[in-house]
């Protein structure tokens, strides 16, 4: 694990906050959102900045036909230890910089490896966290300066 720089939360407190992404993210990738939410409790505010890109969602959703569409696009999946690059903490603010890794069917697509860098933002709200923030990239393996132009270009 990473320092705590000017931490006031206690580093077993991001060290929960790390375990139950791990978590919340394995409930996911079986298809349970139901749980994943419960897990992570995105705040109204929440963003999210999905690794498919575009323009990211403000707001979640917490319907039942939104949070079963989404537990819909992930099947049959399985993680691998999560892996914690970075974690920075102040009296009210976690941020985690993580590596998720993944074996799931995405979307309708057959069951393939997904490794994600992934940044989470929490906010305390009172006695809990509340996750305000996910952005996230395939870009674990690291791509060339060519394939990030054209990225950039479309």
Same mark, same amino acid.
């Given at each position: ?81 999560? #892996? ?6 102040? &009296? !009210?603010?976690? =941020?985690?910089? $993580?590596?998720?890794? +993944?074996?799931? @069917? ?21 006695? #809990? ?6 952005? &996230? !990239?395939?870009? =674990?393996?690291? $791509?060339?300066?060519? +394939?990030?132009? @054209?990225?950039?270009?479309?």
């Amino acid at each position: 694990m990473s320092d705590l720089m000017h931490a006031r939360v206690a580093p077993d407190e991001v060290a929960d906050l790390a375990a139950l992404t791990a978590q919340a993210n394995a409930a996911l990738m079986r298809g349970d959102a139901r749980t994943y939410v419960s897990l992570v409790r995105p705040a109204p505010d929440h963003l999210l900045m999905s690794p498919f890109g575009g323009a990211p969602t403000r707001g979640f959703d917490r319907s039942s036909e939104r949070v079963e569409r989404l537990g819909r696009f992930f099947e049959a999946g399985t993680t691998a230890p999560q #892996e914690l690059v970075h974690a920075y903490a102040t &009296a !009210d603010m976690v =941020v985690l910089a $993580i590596i998720e890794r +993944q074996h799931v @069917a995405v979307g309708g697509l057959p069951p393939q490896d997904w490794a994600l860098r992934v940044t989470l933002v929490f906010r305390r709200d009172g006695s #809990e966290w509340r996750q305000v923030h996910r952005h &996230a !990239d395939p870009l =674990v393996a690291g $791509i060339s300066l060519e +394939q990030a132009a @054209a990225i950039a270009r479309s």
